[in-house]
């Protein structure tokens, strides 16, 4: 049963910096993604940013160097490093895996909610003024 466990979130200020993490247990692919989604309040869930088996990013351009996303294979762990946070990070987040799925350094060949088909339960980070 594949299980991701989403920890790490929490409150902070403006300019505050906040690392999520997710453990993974009993998933194993050698061809698949990892992903960090988010959803804001009454906001459809977005990708953030992602990772594919080799360790290759995608979207990571998108948020201007402040959210980094990292593995640690031997932990079964993904990382979301979040920098220079602003009130509209205010989000629940979630990691995310996806079969048949590579990173070119620009973006994933999955990114989209609905080509992930294991979710975690959620971390809620609140960004305030």
């Known amino acids: 049963q594949v299980q991701l466990a989403e920890s790490g979130g929490g409150s902070v200020e403006t300019g505050g910096s906040l690392r999520l993490s997710c453990v993974a247990s009993?998933?194993?692919?050698?061809?698949?993604?990892l992903g960090w989604f988010r959803q804001l309040p009454g906001k459809e869930r977005e990708g953030v940013v992602f990772?594919?088996?080799?360790?290759?990013?995608g979207n990571v351009d998108s948020w201007n160097g402040r959210f980094t996303i990292s593995q640690d294979n031997a932990k079964n762990t993904l990382y979301l490093q979040m920098n220079n946070l602003e009130p509209e990070d205010s989000a629940m987040y979630y990691c995310?895996?996806?079969?048949?799925?590579?990173?070119?350094?620009?973006?994933?060949?999955?990114?989209?909610?609905?080509?992930?088909?294991?979710w975690g339960q959620g971390t809620q980070v609140t960004v305030s003024s």
């Open positions: 995310a895996a996806a079969d048949t799925c590579y990173c070119t350094g620009a973006y994933c060949t999955r990114q989209e909610r609905w080509e992930y088909k294991f």
């Open positions: 009993g998933y194993s692919c050698d061809n698949c993604c």
């Open positions: 990772i594919d088996t080799a360790g290759t990013t």
